[in-house]
């Protein structure tokens, strides 16, 4: 899988190249305009990553994005606490993976930022980090009867089951987490990671969802399509009680050979505004 | 909560320095940039929470938000009667509690003032109210099986459930209410303000809610997650029948002190149209 | 009815002195910038009528609105054939009530016009009708176990139970009519018109609705809100079966006497686009 | 229909004269300024058709659309691999109907171009074809007691009962198939052409649509239509079990004569962000 996530991940910068009108598309595919994969391209994709879940409608006045650097795989970048719609390279914070800021100036990040960094302790696989409370998934972190599950062809990379991290079951140890529905200690951090396993998703109950992926772009990537899977669902349960999932052999064929995640979001930096 | 308020709403101005383009944003938590809490700020925000409302989809052609004012308690500011889409600081009316306009010569207010003067009379804790027509709590205020309740740890602000008035239990008594769906007159405005109780929000059968706040920011904030947590209850409830609600732990550590609302108000500026 | 038509409807023009940022709102309510009511000033406010209800969601690349004549009773204005939101005040053409251009050489316009001409013959007090294929009163059209019926307030000028005209029925006796699924001749247009009978709306099944009114802003505000009370009607009977709906009541009481039709219209012409 | 066809298409080249605001209106109906049936401009209607269907929300980052030379029936034009959005007249991609380029130095195209070169092959009466993974159209693709049937009368073009193609009944004979969810090869798309058989809309299990027409004007429309039907349908049975559709006289006497595809597909084109 690294491997695939180099080659998803060398050419984001030419996202940057894309004018809608009247301009010459940059080629995704055409090796000359790909971008080196510098902790500087990270950065610079992270703001990208954060405007784009909220101009898709997956983040709103919350949520964060996060990604591992590429210079050192103990470290993370973080935008500071603010609304992720409105964040700029200025606003980016260096942790450890023990979620402390490695410059002790550095402005206060988001108090659930152990989301972030006790997934990284546990998934070298992982990239990058969504997290998010995307209204269409919450139906199913609250309904124990309608686990989320795969059923579009684009979101087969979901668990036949997705699991429901509730802090609820952690607090009956942890009498100061009762209450709080906030992952905002690295204890109820190592808790959703251990529940998240090798899995791309996990939802949170009432609360929203956790998203990782090899590189920004998978991340975005399944961050959308896990909402669009669970409209979709949603739906369908609407209709009747015989809904087709994905089935094991479709979800083992999926998702990531199957298309250049460069794609979608070459398409999603498009529809920024300007 | 008062102290808290103070914290909260003593740094608004700072929303106005927002660019989202290519400027430095203005940091929230940073002292230096808020505003002192004066009538001409609280107008001011007054006029950007009626907008606010209008770009989040919870006020269309009707609906009124008011704050009460900083130097007098004893009245409060609401703009006269029009869209609130369109409302500036010329169209802000004062008036006394009991919805009078303290300038004989003062544009017409909206019919139901009633609401807001009642509640200020009623919870001297509460700085400012949002009536709204908003359509997701519709159903929950004609569907006695189905009250609304905090599903979302971002409303865990409701109540267990949350109240509905409906005036013909109060026209019974009243002749002239009969059939008027409307909450034009102070009886009827205490009647509601009754039942409010301490809660921070009530629906209106058939007609909308009413929210309060410690402050406009509050205000506007609980009046937007209400919604969410509507439109996210009824997507659940179209699942199963099994939904697990916020519980009394979690409403007790809930919200005030969870987070800076203005984190979300800065957000909800930022997205107005330019 | 006819003297409170008259004092929503000479004030149109004012709408056209509006300007979002900056500029001094007209003020609705006062008579100083109110327009005469002319053809002329009906023709402009009918223009601005189709692209409110484009703008607002009601119409699409089909639908209409007209407006009977206020000079000469027998005759009424209509856009030619052509999408709603692209009529400009040279598109309008003038029709008998028999739906026949006076102007011989005027441009074709839609099919459907018989829907307005034997609604204006039928209702002395009808002055505006609109026609569209909004989405939400399709299923209150199609599904005979649930009519529509008034839910908010807002629509309490809806009808204990609005009507459904099949054209299955009329076709029964009318083999030419078999099968179109349009209201496209004289005969359909007099049979929806006496199913109307004296309610301000009636359903087409599988098709979309007619809305009438004593002007332009009373018609267009009556589409609108018949378009949200099925939007919340449908939400309402997702959660349960024990609805409450407006009652006989509240319906004796509305709506046309609750408030200023010029305060929403104010608002929905603010909204075009630019 | 062919002959319907050819008026239906003549005069595409009109929706480039429109501007809304303020300029006069170009005539649909009028052949002065009606184009030829060119190469070149179905080329130039193919973009907008990309355009058109991404901005009415029938694509987004994935799905693409097709068209039959008019010069010579045996080779088909369609958008390199690429978010159908961002196309340009320089991404058009000439292919035979074995879904081969023309050119063998021609950009990559997308691996599922045989849905489009297996219907041209088996219909010569469809010269667009549309695939999309449009929302609303999933649950009846997933859920066999729900199929999706023709409700809206602008929607009658639908056959009773959509066929759904799902590739396990296909991959059971063809082991290489399994698990794919794709049409990414000749025999899957020959097998998808001969269930579609004389209809205009398929439905593809858990992954969207294919939707043919006599014109790209036709596809399109096809497309958005089937679309809103498949919404009205779920609205529908959220209601009850006794939903009125289609009957076999509407469905022969529509949809093609009933009106000129070039006035939604004028409104299509004006709708285009500028």
Known sequence: M???LRRAYVGIGAAFSIALAGAVFAQ???SANRKADTDEQRIA???????????????DSFGHVTVRSASDPNVYFMPRAMPPGLVTAADIVKLTLDSVPVDPNAP??????????EIYKARPDVQAVVHSHVQSVIP????PSHPLRPLLHMAAFLPAQVSVF????FAKDHPDAVGKMQINTAPLGAALARMLGKDPVILIRGHGDAVVGSSLQWAVYRAIYTDRNA?????????????IFVNDDEMRMHPVEVFDVQRPWDNFVARLPK
Chains 1, 2, 3, 4 share one sequence.
């Open 45 to 59: 994709d992270l703001v990208l990553a954060s405007r784009i879940l909220v101009n898709e409608g997956v983040l």
């Open 108 to 117: 206060r990040t988001n108090g659930e930022r152990f989301i972030h960094g």
């Open 166 to 169: 509730d802090d609820r079951t």
């Open 28 to 30: 995704s595919g055409g």
């Open 2 to 4: 690294r491997s695939f």
């Open 231 to 243: 409209q979709a669902q949603l739906a369908a349960a609407q209709l009747g009680a015989d809904t």
């Open 140 to 143: 199913f972190s609250v309904t």
